[in-house]
């Protein structure tokens, strides 16, 4: 139903639709320094070395078509001095409306309250952009094990998270490396963790 993305290489972004077959919607976290086809082509040398210092990064939520969804728009969350990181967010509408907030958190792990904050301000941002009485989910990179947000249900186990308030969550899973990988490629050097929520009364 929905995919939260974070470090997005900028020149991916008009291609994810086709490649998911899912409605995009995206915020540009670090411009890119060199045009597209010259970014994508040096950054391929040693991903690892060049990541997004080229081809800039962005986050990006993916919305199945079946569902009717609603750009809630975003906000800076990181502290003036530090890279720019991001929150954004989607409304997902149906009985149980439901809002969706991504975020990659900074990776100062020598002062873990710089990313918990930074979770906190992507919180009280999906808390005001929300209609009230939706379930609230916040995924993302927090870069750290725990965000401190003690109203919302989900994973502690790694700083790949799934944060849900106001709704059952089901299962949490986080995927093998076998399953990331597709064409003999690894498609993220993090655990993708899946959520099943239950939104809908039974």
Known sequence: DVVCLQEVPVWALPRIDDWSGMRRFDA?????????????????????????????????????????????????????????????????????????ANLHASNDHANPEVPRGEAMRAAAFAEGVATHGDVIVIAGDFNVLDPALEAYAGTRAGIDQVLVRGARLESVVAWTREQRVQDGVVLSDHPVVEARIETEPS
């Open 28 to 100: 540009v976290t670090r411009p890119p320094l060199w045009p597209g086809p010259v970014s994508r082509w040096v950054t391929r040398a040693h991903q690892g070395f060049f990541r997004s210092g080229l081809a800039g990064q962005a986050n990006a939520i993916l919305v199945a078509p079946r569902h009717a969804a609603t750009d809630l728009g975003h906000e800076r969350i990181s502290e003036h001095g530090r890279e720019r990181r991001l929150v954004h967010a989607v409304r997902i509408a149906g009985s149980s409306g439901v809002t969706v």
